[in-house]
């Protein structure tokens, strides 16, 4: 099973309309990771959360870090097609430079 | 443009060959970590270099294995290929060999095994 659990799987939203896609891990944080990829390229930064209650904005992009329940949330405000790809959280869980990525969330906004 | 580059971009090796991917880190960079990622997956960490050390290292055989240069670009070599080393293969540079600092990936090369 994987480590790092995102849902939903896929989105598919409307332009303009708000979502937010989370990422769970099974084990305690040492800091989580959101990256932006566009299909078969490399990803993009978005975001970096290390500790608890920590959120951070950029643009449209709105990223928060639960550290009790192990858990952070990525929400879009007023989503455009730009916007579209796949978003995976990534964090060391084992706090030794080993990276774990989630499977990604494939987002899908519709003109 | 994250300033990470990666070479060949795509590649094709028959099952039992070897092959040689490369990476250049951002400049100022000491850190480089590979990932291979397959298909509608999240990328798995196979090894991280910082400052020409094996710095942490996943859950791959020892047919995978790497080098960093004085300059800190790298190389990934996997020998024996396998049909299942069919994947998009990801380095990232970060400055410090530790996950709390920012890694920037590379734009990725394309390994199909045929």
């Known amino acids: 099973s994987q480590e790092l659990e995102q849902s939903p799987q896929s989105l598919i939203v409307q332009e303009g309309k708000n979502l937010t896609i989370n990422c769970t891990s099974s084990?305690?944080?040492?800091?989580l990771y959101w990256y932006k990829q566009k299909y078969g390229e490399g990803l993009i930064f978005l975001m970096m959360?290390?500790?608890?209650?920590e959120e951070k904005s950029h643009e449209k992009i709105t990223a928060k870090l639960d550290e009790k329940k192990q858990q952070s949330s990525l929400h879009i405000t007023a989503s455009q097609p730009s916007h579209a790809g796949i978003y995976l959280c990534?964090?060391?869980?084992?706090?030794?430079?080993?990276?774990?990525f989630g499977a990604g969330t494939r987002l899908t906004v519709k003109p | 443009e994250t300033g990470v580059t990666q070479s060949p971009t795509h590649l094709i090796k028959t099952r039992g060959q070897q092959v040689t991917l490369r990476c250049s880190s951002q400049?100022?960079?000491?850190?480089v970590s590979w990932y291979q990622q397959a298909l509608g997956q999240g990328p798995q960490f196979i090894f991280q270099?910082?400052?020409?050390?094996?710095?942490g290292r996943g859950n791959f055989p020892p047919r995978f294995s790497g080098l960093q240069f004085p300059n800190y670009s790298s190389e990934l070599n996997v020998n024996a290929l396998e049909l299942d080393d069919s994947a998009l293969y990801l380095c990232?540079?970060?400055?410090?060999?530790?996950?709390?600092?920012?890694?920037?990936f590379g734009a990725g090369t394309r390994l199909s095994v045929l």
């Open positions: 990232a540079s970060s400055l410090g060999g530790h996950t709390k600092n920012i890694q920037y």
């Open positions: 084990k305690t944080l040492y800091g």
């Open positions: 959360l290390q500790k608890g209650g």
């Open positions: 990534g964090a060391d869980i084992r706090n030794n430079n080993d990276m774990r």
């Open positions: 400049s100022g960079h000491n850190t």
């Open positions: 270099y910082y400052r020409e050390e094996e710095n």
